[in-house]
């Protein structure tokens, strides 16, 4: 990435883009960019910072989201342009938000947002950092283990325990309200906390998948007994 990223602090009026996805900072969000005001927006965008808010919007929530909701700002890392003013954009998250009023003056929402950080810890995360990252190591590898298609896990993991969090969050299946609540927190350590419980079981049921997956490539010639053991 050659762009050197901008840093937000305070309030800043941005344009908006709500998405069902909770953009997570120092994470990466590809784009297909298709609808007329997106266009416009990432037209303005391209001439300007390069910046926009992604707001999580769940199932059939009302346009605009409710005041308060919590985004993440994207810088525009590349584009691909595309026939018809469409394009491919990438992504990646800035700092978080919280939205505090909305504006439908362009053909685009946009919002004024005031910019917010993680607190700084208040004690050693090495610990659960590790536990997080060994755990989620094991996830990766026995998902890879059953499927075959290629999939968006890095090769390596962070070494900061905030940039793991961040990352671990936006990766792992769960559901909206769990990434929501991943993403409004500002304390690193209890976002690790939480993620290391929701791995606990994700861990065991992709590997025992995996297991599974590797017992039926032997049509039933493997040792008797096997698939007892692994029932939970």
């Known amino acids: 990435m050659s762009q050197s990223l901008p840093i937000l602090e305070g309030t800043k009026r941005i344009p908006i883009f709500p998405l069902p996805v909770a953009l997570f900072p120092g994470t990466m969000l590809p784009l297909h960019i298709f609808e007329e005001r997106y266009k416009a927006m990432m037209r303005d965008c391209l001439a300007g910072e390069r910046i926009f808010g992604v707001t999580f919007v769940m199932g059939r929530e009302g346009f605009p989201p409710p005041v308060g909701r919590v985004g993440c700002a994207a810088f525009i890392v590349a584009t691909v342009p595309l026939e018809g003013g469409r394009m491919n954009i990438l992504t990646t998250g800035l700092t978080r938000y919280h939205a505090l009023e909305y504006f439908q003056e362009e053909p ?10 993680d607190q700084p810890a208040r ?3 090495t610990e659960v950092a590790n536990a997080v990252r060994s755990t989620f190591r094991r996830t990766i590898k026995a998902i890879r283990a059953v499927s075959r298609e290629d999939d968006n896990f890095p090769d390596e993991l962070p070494d900061d325990p905030q940039a793991l969090s961040f990352l671990v969050a936006s990766l792992l299946q769960m559901s909206d309200e769990q990434k929501m609540t991943l993403l409004e927190l500002t304390d690193t350590g209890e976002r ?8 606990i079981p994700a861990v065991e049921k992709y590997e025992l998948r995996a297991a599974v997956n590797e017992l039926a490539k032997t049509n039933g010639h493997g040792p008797r007994g096997t698939l007892e053991r692994l029932d939970p």
Do not use: S
Not at 193 to 198: A, N, P, S, T, V
């Open 108 to 117: 685009y929402l946009e919002g004024l947002v005031t910019f917010f950080a």
């Open 123 to 125: 004690a050693d995360l």
């Open 192 to 199: 690790l906390e939480r993620l290391r419980r929701l791995l």
